[in-house]
């Protein structure tokens, strides 16, 4: 596994660090030649117009943290930087920097850059289909047996003066969403009731996982469970044997499956090909 990983990482690098989660969605800028109401234009710099699909395929080559700053925040940052670009780009051509070795040999590369990110892109796209998803589904499913998993509430305290202090008042009749949402110092969950959902015996620590599983539905824990978070009273609401839903787990296939196909890609492009390896300095190698 180690060895495709590695495989895999260097394929991602040679593409300029294309990520597959990014080769498996599809291109939601608007196609050049698109009415001007689909691809407006935003800006003009000298004459020269800037439409709304550059800025857009500006963003998306943009780190994930950026991407997801409000669009009134970055869109005319964003906007900023192609006219800077722009400009700088016509003080270079009025300077002849195009005539330069250097840019027809660095053009050569962007191509075949862009060339390979396109065709990985589009055969990514066009092969991960419903059916091999379900495949993948499948697969997942026999490889990873059901477990079973609990559905409970906590109320987190810090002492067990006040977690004996909580049972007591739950015998009593107390609400338990109520308490929770009052006392509990697990603010995430408290303000859900003190619901942490459907779990497994392995995500949780192992006091409190030992005590979940040995209660059954519509129980309270009769005495304070320790772990190193403070003092937990646990109720269990439900219990039930089951693997992710096909929802749950279909970006992570996604993932998969467009490694898959990048790896037979590119196996498939060495079959039949002329490869000669050198030494760094330029020697052939030895046998």
Do not use: C
Request: charged share 25%.
């Amino acid at each position: 596994m180690f060895a495709r990983v590695l495989r895999v990482a260097a394929v991602s690098l040679a593409l300029g660090g294309v990520g597959f989660t990014a080769l498996a969605q599809t291109d939601t800028a608007p196609p050049a030649g698109s009415p001007a109401g689909e691809d407006p234009v935003v800006a003009k710099v000298n004459g020269a117009e800037i439409r709304r699909s550059e800025v857009t395929r500006t963003i998306a080559s943009l780190p994930p943290q950026v991407q997801q700053m409000p669009p009134q925040m970055i869109f005319p940052a964003v906007i900023d930087q192609i006219i800077n670009g722009k400009l700088v780009a016509e003080a270079g051509y009025k300077n002849n920097v195009q005539k330069d070795p250097e840019v027809a040999e660095r053009l050569k590369r962007s191509e075949e850059r862009i060339v390979q990110e396109l065709y990985l892109t589009r055969e990514v796209q066009k092969r991960i289909t419903a059916e091999r998803l379900q495949e993948a589904y499948n697969q997942f499913k026999k490889e990873n047996p059901p477990q079973d998993e609990v559905k409970a509430s906590h109320i987190l305290v810090d002492s067990e003066d006040a977690a004996k202090a909580i049972i007591a008042d739950l015998k009593k009749g107390g609400d338990f969403a109520k308490i929770a949402g009052e006392k509990s110092s697990d603010k995430s969950a408290a303000q859900q009731g003190g619901d942490l959902g459907y779990f497994t015996k392995d995500q949780m620590v192992e006091p409190f996982a030992n005590a979940a599983f040995a209660m059954k539905p519509g129980e309270i824990s009769q005495t304070p469970v320790q772990t190193q978070f403070g003092w937990h009273v646990i109720k269990v609401v439900d219990r039930r044997t089951a693997v992710p839903s096909f929802e749950e787990k279909e970006p992570e296939l996604r993932e998969q499956v467009a490694r898959e196909i990048v790896n037979g890609l590119v196996t498939q492009a060495h079959q039949g090909a002329t490869i000669q390896r050198f030494n760094i300095d330029g020697t052939p190698k030895a046998p």
